[in-house]
């Protein structure tokens, strides 16, 4: 009869292999790495939020070629602030971050009925019997795609009091923060991009015919739920001098 602590040991090793439900997969070969090229804020709605600028590198360290979507304010992103001392998942902190997207009434809000539908274009654009140049970056193993980006999120930073110079008014205006600096109050962080069909009303496995397709020229990486996502390694966040 096998014993009570070896039964307890078996749990343990299956519950560390099998993946948590609803996660993401890993990058699948993909490694991407990242640096922040400035820290300010703006002032969004008349709210002060902390700005992010990244430089990002993702590199092909698999045996066959990558079909990146090139990420754009179409992406979804989350940014994962690391706790001090603490290197776990589940310690991090999620926020979703806002997207600058120029289609949109209010550039920052969400899309409505009234603003153009600029999505439908762009899946017909890509929807192609071999992935489109002007939307798509085929990533050979061992070479490296970079790009920028700015992000605009509601946390993780602390904003210093701005001071009123002596005898300026500023009566009718809401918000006074543009281009302060914000002061990180964690070491570092890490963005997830994602790219959904479903949220763009487009078929549930539309990302996965185009997998399926696109097979004979790499591999067109897709998370269990059939979207595109790229995680970052640990992005450094400048330390407060």
Not at 203 to 229: I, Q
Request: net charge neutral; aromatic share 12%; hydrophobic share 35%.
């Amino acid at each position: 009869m096998t014993s009570r602590p070896k039964i307890l040991l078996l749990l343990f090793l299956v519950t560390m292999v099998l993946p948590a439900a609803g996660l993401p997969s890993d990058n699948q070969g993909l490694y991407i790495s990242g640096s922040v090229t400035g820290l300010s804020t703006r002032c969004i709605n008349d709210e002060p939020v902390p700005q992010i600028g990244v430089y990002l590198q993702i590199r092909n360290d698999g045996d066959v070629p990558v079909i990146l979507l090139t990420p754009t304010f179409s992406f979804e992103v989350r940014v994962f602030f690391d706790e001090i001392g603490s290197t776990t998942a589940d310690k991090r902190t999620g926020l979703e971050a806002l997207r600058l997207n120029p289609y949109l009434k209010n550039p920052f809000g969400r899309s409505t009925t009234d603003d153009y539908d600029h999505m439908s274009p762009y899946f017909r654009r890509i929807d192609k019997p071999e992935p489109p140049s002007e939307s798509t970056f085929i990533l050979e193993p061992g070479r490296s795609y970079e790009f920028r980006d700015t992000i605009w999120v509601k946390g993780g930073f602390h904003l210093p009091e701005r001071p009123i110079p002596d005898g300026e008014r500023y009566e009718g205006i809401k918000c006074l923060y543009n281009w302060v600096k914000p002061i990180p109050e964690h070491p570092s962080f890490r963005l997830e991009y994602r790219m959904s069909p479903k949220k763009y009303r487009q078929p549930e496995d539309l990302f996965r015919r185009f997998r399926d397709r696109w097979r004979d020229t790499g591999n067109f990486l897709l998370d269990s739920s059939g979207d595109v996502f790229y995680r970052t390694e640990a992005i450094a966040l400048p330390l407060e001098r």
